[in-house]
Nanobody, 122 residues
Framework: QVQLVESGGGLVQAGGSLRLSCAASALTFSRYAMGWFRQAPGKEREFVAEIRWSGSSTYYADSVMGRFTISRDNAKNTVYLQMNSLKPEDTAVYYC???????????????WGQGTQVTVSS
């Protein structure tokens, strides 16, 4: 059974940093595009970042470009999201996802983690 388990969320002040991790099991991790999405209260889930299977290509939402960095370690079956210069509007539950298609739509991902809460105080 495929599992994606996020960790690293928490409470941080505006301007601070957090690093999220997502550990995958029971899938051939290196074959999948990995994405991070987030959902704030009362809002739809939105794309944050994607990294292709090799790690050579990354994509970001405009709202996080230059502040967030996605990376992966295929030997550890883990994808990371380094978040710097955090803003209160980054507050959300962050989800990692795995899929062959990838992209900025949730339809490109077959597997999802349970989410980790990130709260940025002003």
């Amino acid at each position: 059974q495929v599992q994606l388990v996020e960790s690293g969320g928490g409470l941080v002040q505006a301007g601070g940093s957090l690093r999220l991790s997502c550990a995958a099991s029971a899938l051939t991790f290196s074959r999948y595009a990995m994405g991070w999405f987030r959902q704030a209260p009362g809002k739809e889930r939105e794309f944050v970042a994607e990294i292709r299977w090799s790690g050579s290509s990354t994509y970001y939402a405009d709202s996080v470009m230059g502040r967030f960095t996605i990376s992966r370690d295929n030997a550890k079956n883990t994808v990371y999201l380094q978040m710097n210069s955090l803003k209160p509007e980054d507050t959300a539950v962050y989800y990692c996802a795995a899929g062959f298609s990838g992209g900025s739509s949730s339809f490109g991902y077959a597997y999802w983690g349970q989410g980790t809460q990130v709260t940025v105080s002003s």
